[in-house]
């Protein structure tokens, strides 16, 4: 087991904060993560978090998955004392991290996504990770499901992922499955591009808008200057930035910063 202390991490912040969506509590106040093709549980107390996974695990794999390397606090400090709304916002959302996740699952996830709330997105990704993923086993004796690689999707029929319950996003994700199988676009390359160029190519899939874009460049490719635009972020921008996000103030955070607009609009008044 690792166990670390960190004030800006917050493991129930993270699973509920519209980023990941393959993270859920289980029995005594654990969380339980399959990302990346591993299984992991971990628990929090107060600033004291405990990963059960061995040391190495941790430095090759958690450590960045979790963002351990960025100063959130510096992030949060940084926030203009003049604006009251995203003081609060982000004092209200410490605690979340932009994870470094799986660019392929992220696409995948936020087509999903669409028209979509939370715990229905968890439910359709469980169904076709059971469905199509690798069965596996984890050290602690765990079964679980890897994500399904983009040629297992391609190769299914449109009825059966609609019998994952994914609707009109069944075609979505069929005909971006054959895209990136077949090499039309290129996740490796992806990769190594900027976040214009790489939203521009994203844009190219079936099914992904601007918006989902912006979340794969956030959420996979931790562009942090993306700014994902839902009706939540909409209806915060018109009722406290009317003259527009200052984002030339907060750069290459920005989107940090849109993540906890986005849990605190979502989640404050619950």
Not at 41 to 56: K, L, P, S, V, Y
Request: aromatic share 12%; glycine share 8%; with cysteine.
């Amino acid at each position: 087991m690792v166990t670390i202390e960190d004030k800006n991490f917050s493991l129930p912040k993270i699973c509920d904060s519209g980023q990941c969506f393959r993270m859920e509590p289980c029995s005594g106040g654990r969380y339980r993560l399959v990302a990346l093709g591993r299984y992991l549980e971990a628990e929090q107390e107060g600033d004291r978090i405990t990963f059960d996974c061995t040391q190495e695990e941790f430095d090759l794999v958690w450590k960045d998955y979790f963002d351990l390397s960025t100063d959130y606090e510096g992030i949060i400090a940084g926030v203009d004392k003049d604006d009251a709304y995203l003081v609060t916002a982000a004092e209200y959302g410490r605690g979340i991290r932009i994870l470094n996740q799986d660019l392929w699952e992220m696409i995948v996830s936020f087509i999903i996504s669409q028209q979509n709330n939370i715990r229905r997105i968890r439910k359709c990704i469980r169904q076709l990770c059971e469905r199509y993923g690798e069965r596996r086993t984890s050290g602690n004796g765990t079964v679980y499901h890897d994500f399904p690689a983009p040629e297992t999707l391609a190769c299914a029929s449109l009825d059966d992922l609609y019998a994952c319950g994914l609707g009109y996003r069944s075609k979505y994700i069929s005909r971006t499955a054959h895209s990136v199988h077949c090499g039309e676009v290129d996740l490796g390359k992806l990769g190594r591009m900027d976040y214009d160029a790489a939203k521009k190519e994203l844009l190219r899939l079936y099914g992904v808008g601007v918006k989902v874009a912006d979340c794969i460049c956030l959420f996979a490719l931790h562009q942090t200057d993306a700014f994902p635009r839902d009706t939540h972020i909409n209806k915060v921008m018109a009722a406290q930035y009317p003259g527009g996000f200052p984002f030339e103030r907060y750069g290459k955070y920005s989107g940090i910063l849109q993540q906890y607009i986005f849990y605190y609009d979502l989640t404050e008044n619950k």
